[in-house]
């Protein structure tokens, strides 16, 4: 069980890492508008790329950030029930939840949108706008590869509850509060 709490542990210092390079790419998309709004209502000046560059970020914050709000669990949730589960309840709940929805979903969308994605890599497909953004390949790169970073997450929130289901490791909301 080792050798799984530390595959746990690298796939959630990955998306630590990407989580905290999705917050720059979040103060960027902020400046990016706040500038944009400015440009246009006060000096009546815009650009299509400024326009497109802030919904790449925002695209990238998303899909790049999701993993990272799983890892945190800050995701949403019905958690009517869950919420009156004791921790070993709420183990089974993450482990069905990761196992038979979270990873499957995940792969459906990677394997659906690699076509999609390859395409505009092969054509090197940029905006069709004048004056957009060249590289949209770039953007519809993200779809797969923050899939793939949520799907990693589901295996370790799966590895963490098998952990607390076999009565191996604390919930994560124990350890917390007691530290």
């Excluded at 979903?105 to 999609?116: A, G, K, L, R, Y």
């Amino acid at each position: 069980m080792n050798f799984l709490r530390n595959i746990s542990n690298r796939i959630e210092n990955l998306n630590e890492r990407v989580g905290r390079a999705t917050a720059v790419c979040t103060l960027f998309m902020v400046i990016m508008t706040v500038l944009d709004v400015f440009l246009r209502y006060l000096f009546r000046a815009g650009s299509v790329a400024v326009q497109e560059l802030e919904w790449h970020l925002f695209g990238f914050v998303f899909l790049l950030g999701a993993a990272y709000t799983l890892l945190k669990d800050e995701h949403v949730r019905v958690d009517i029930f869950y919420s009156r589960m004791d921790e070993r309840g709420k183990a089974w709940v993450n482990l069905i939840g990761a196992t038979f929805f979270c990873a499957p979903v995940c792969i459906v969308v990677i394997w659906t949108s690699m076509p999609f994605v390859l395409s505009s890599w092969q054509f090197l497909e940029g905006s069709p706008d004048p004056g957009g953004l060249p590289a949209r390949y770039i953007l519809k790169s993200a779809i797969p590869i923050g899939f793939f970073l949520v799907a990693l997450q589901s295996i370790s929130m799966a590895i963490k509850a098998l952990d607390v289901i076999l009565g191996r490791q604390e919930a994560d909301s124990n350890r917390e509060s007691a530290g």
